[in-house]
């Protein structure tokens, strides 16, 4: 066993490759995406490093390509359900005893090939299967997803190294272990790097998991599984079982091994599973550790001194980047009145620029919505606005699904800041401006503090420091995520630590130290060189 001192290399963040035309970036990635489409592939749920197949399947398509099948999942149910948990348990304890060294390689192994190799593979499944333009899924499934595996193993070799004060005549020391038991991990559809975090951040720490991937999201999934096999993760420490959420949940809420839920979703499925082991804890072995992210309903509060030209590319990019389906997608605008004009004639201006379409047409901005239902949902708000007194579409306010589901970014201007899109979480491409008076400053800041139950990411526009210092005072819980003159997406790993309060989740900051700690279990040991060999206290000596 080798018995040095190791260190992790000191992460630097990946760069995001532009694909501009003629670069050897691009062509790749043409390329790949053919050879994608090509092919329809079937999915297995993978169990113990083996494939299992239930017969119970769903196919995949293309969202903004809906009659192209890129293939078909299997689904998995309890009985698959217990045979990943008794697979995942199996596994533990050889993995958990693993010198973290080696796990850390792992984990960087799993970077150097996302960086290299397997890139064009991931994006290229990322955009086909979520329908995101290259720049979104470079961003996403690619240089974020790297970050998380370098930053990460970093913060643990850091968190380890955090040792307490030792006096004369013992040694203290803290060891990091691993929860006993199982982490669930539960991924959303929109972010490719959030799908593959989840899982792995708990693994790389010594844990094992469940992993139930999105529905609509298992074709870039499945090629993440196929990458951490050849990284060489030893079977059955992370368990890859696609199905529906109650077919899944519902028996892994059962088991007394449960140790944690890393999840990102909606809030009612979060608040649902909360409630569940709340039911269960006293069948359960261990108290589990709860890490979610559920969604927001950001804003950009802009005040008169904000600087227009660049608050319109901040609210296009910020509102309707990947269709507006980011947790983090500005939803919500607050502007005064002395503004208004100036940045409406802009950002309609700049707005008819926008193309939407085929992810393989570089020159489109955005594509279509997820599925069917996204459809509906998003499109419901829309039906809304053009029916409300209150409420006018200056962009936008189209959609069509003979294809795919397209849905044109759509902006709304309302006199009720109470309005309907104001408060609730769209998840789609629907952005929602109220014009305050320039004097009710301080009522419009109350507004934006207090209509939305979610707190995850905000910004503030302004080139008068003392305002900005006013409003970040106001909204310092407003938003987990706080940007000043920018927009309130695109938090990188190692620099924003991503994550918000209230309805959005218990903030506990994927990318960064505080989220691994909490896989993590503290021994605290106390070694006495040489112990007293008398009961028998000083004071006791009194006559």
């Given at each position: 066993?080798?018995?040095?001192?190791f260190k992790v290399p000191?992460?630097?963040?990946?760069?995001?490759?532009?694909?501009?035309?003629?670069?050897?970036?691009?062509?790749?990635l043409k390329k790949k995406?053919?050879?994608?489409?090509?092919?329809?592939?079937?999915?297995?749920?993978?169990?113990?490093?083996?494939?299992?197949?239930?017969?119970?399947?769903?196919?995949?398509?293309?969202?903004?390509?809906?009659?192209?099948?890129?293939?078909?999942?299997?689904?998995?149910?309890?009985?698959?359900?217990?045979?990943?948990?008794?697979?995942?348990?199996?596994?533990?304890?050889?993995?958990?005893?693993?010198?973290?060294?080696?796990?850390?390689?792992?984990?960087?192994?799993?970077?150097?090939?996302?960086?290299?190799?397997?890139?064009?593979?991931?994006?290229?499944?990322?955009?086909?299967?979520?329908?995101?333009?290259?720049?979104?899924?470079?961003?996403?499934?690619?240089?974020?997803?790297?970050?998380?595996?370098?930053?990460?193993?970093?913060?643990?070799?850091?968190?380890?190294?955090?040792?307490?004060?030792?006096?004369?005549?013992?040694?203290?020391?803290?060891?990091?272990?691993?929860?006993?038991?199982?982490?669930?991990?539960?991924?959303?559809?929109?972010?490719?790097?959030?799908?593959?975090?989840?899982?792995?951040?708990?693994?790389?720490?010594?844990?094992?998991?469940?992993?139930?991937?999105?529905?609509?999201?298992?074709?870039?999934?499945?090629?993440?599984?196929?990458?951490?096999?050849?990284?060489?993760?030893?079977?059955?420490?992370?368990?890859?079982?696609?199905?529906?959420?109650?077919?899944?949940?519902?028996?892994?809420?059962?088991?007394?091994?449960?140790?944690?839920?890393?999840?990102?979703?909606?809030?009612?499925?979060?608040?649902?599973?909360?409630?569940?082991?709340?039911?269960?804890?006293?069948?359960?072995?261990?108290?589990?550790?709860?890490?979610?992210?559920?969604?927001?309903?950001?804003?950009?509060?802009?005040?008169?001194?904000?600087?227009?030209?660049?608050?319109?590319?901040?609210?296009?990019?910020?509102?309707?980047?990947?269709?507006?389906?980011?947790?983090?997608?500005?939803?919500?605008?607050?502007?005064?009145?002395?503004?208004?004009?100036?940045?409406?004639?802009?950002?309609?201006?700049?707005?008819?620029?926008?193309?939407?379409?085929?992810?393989?047409?570089?020159?489109?901005?955005?594509?279509?919505?997820?599925?069917?239902?996204?459809?509906?949902?998003?499109?419901?708000?829309?039906?809304?606005?053009?029916?409300?007194?209150?409420?006018?579409?200056?962009?936008?306010?189209?959609?069509?699904?003979?294809?795919?589901?397209?849905?044109?970014?759509?902006?709304?201007?309302?006199?009720?800041?109470?309005?309907?899109?104001?408060?609730?979480?769209?998840?789609?491409?629907?952005?929602?401006?109220?014009?305050?008076?320039?004097?009710?400053?301080?009522?419009?800041?109350?507004?934006?503090?207090?209509?939305?139950?979610?707190?995850?990411?905000?910004?503030?526009?302004?080139?008068?420091?003392?305002?900005?210092?006013?409003?970040?005072?106001?909204?310092?819980?407003?938003?987990?995520?706080?940007?000043?003159?920018?927009?309130?997406?695109?938090?990188?790993?190692?620099?924003?630590?991503?994550?918000?309060?209230?309805?959005?989740?218990?903030?506990?900051?994927?990318?960064?130290?505080?989220?691994?700690?909490?896989?993590?279990?503290?021994?605290?040991?106390?070694?006495?060189f040489v112990p007293p060999?008398?009961?028998?206290?000083?004071?006791?000596?009194?006559?």
């Open positions: 066993m080798s018995n040095a001192y000191v992460p630097i963040n990946e760069p995001v490759k532009t694909y501009e035309q003629g670069s050897s970036e691009k062509t790749e995406l053919i050879e994608l489409k090509s092919q329809q592939i079937e999915v297995p749920l993978i169990i113990g490093g083996e494939e299992v197949k239930t017969g119970n399947t769903q196919e995949m398509v293309i969202p903004h390509n809906k009659k192209h099948v890129l293939g078909i999942y299997h689904k998995a149910g309890k009985k698959e359900v217990d045979m990943a948990i008794e697979a995942a348990l199996e596994a533990r304890e050889e993995w958990a005893a693993m010198p973290w060294e080696h796990r850390a390689a792992i984990f960087l192994k799993m970077a150097d090939l996302l960086a290299g190799p397997w890139r064009s593979t991931i994006n290229g499944a990322t955009m086909l299967g979520q329908s995101k333009v290259a720049h979104q899924a470079e961003i996403d499934s690619a240089c974020e997803l790297i970050d998380f595996w370098r930053f990460n193993t970093y913060y643990m070799a850091q968190i380890m190294s955090d040792q307490p004060y030792s006096p004369a005549g013992m040694w203290n020391r803290v060891e990091y272990r691993a929860l006993e038991g199982f982490v669930f991990a539960v991924t959303p559809f929109n972010f490719t790097s959030i799908a593959g975090n989840l899982p792995t951040a708990p693994a790389m720490v010594g844990n094992v998991a469940l992993w139930k991937p999105a529905s609509s999201a298992v074709y870039s999934a499945y090629y993440l599984m196929k990458l951490f096999e050849e990284a060489g993760l030893p079977k059955g420490v992370i368990n890859f079982v696609p199905g529906s959420g109650g077919q899944v949940g519902n028996p892994v809420m059962e088991s007394p091994h449960l140790a944690g839920i890393h999840f990102t979703g909606s809030t009612a499925v979060f608040q649902n599973m909360w409630k569940t082991i709340g039911n269960n804890i006293s069948k359960l072995k261990y108290y589990p550790r709860i890490v979610g992210e559920t969604g927001g309903k950001d804003f950009i509060f802009a005040h008169n001194s904000a600087d227009v030209d660049a608050l319109v590319v901040a609210a296009i990019r910020g509102a309707f980047e990947y269709q507006g389906q980011k947790c983090s997608a500005a939803s919500r605008m607050y502007i005064p009145l002395s503004r208004w004009d100036e940045f409406k004639e802009k950002y309609i201006s700049a707005m008819s620029e926008v193309k939407m379409g085929d992810v393989e047409d570089f020159t489109n901005f955005m594509s279509a919505v997820i599925d069917e239902a996204a459809f509906k949902s998003i499109t419901e708000y829309i039906d809304h606005a053009k029916e409300a007194d209150d409420a006018e579409i200056i962009t936008g306010g189209n959609y069509n699904d003979s294809e795919g589901y397209f849905i044109e970014p759509t902006t709304i201007i309302t006199s009720n800041p109470k309005f309907k899109s104001m408060e609730e979480e769209i998840f789609g491409p629907v952005f929602t401006i109220y014009v305050y008076e320039d004097d009710k400053f301080d009522e419009a800041l109350d507004l934006c503090d207090t209509t939305s139950p979610y707190a995850l990411t905000g910004a503030i526009w302004a080139q008068d420091r003392a305002v900005l210092v006013k409003m970040s005072d106001k909204l310092q819980n407003a938003a987990g995520n706080f940007y000043i003159n920018d927009k309130p997406t695109a938090a990188v790993v190692g620099q924003q630590p991503f994550g918000g309060g209230r309805a959005s989740g218990t903030n506990d900051k994927a990318g960064s130290a505080m989220n691994l700690l909490r896989w993590m279990s503290v021994r605290t040991m106390k070694e006495t060999k008398d009961w028998r206290y000083p004071f006791m000596s009194e006559k």
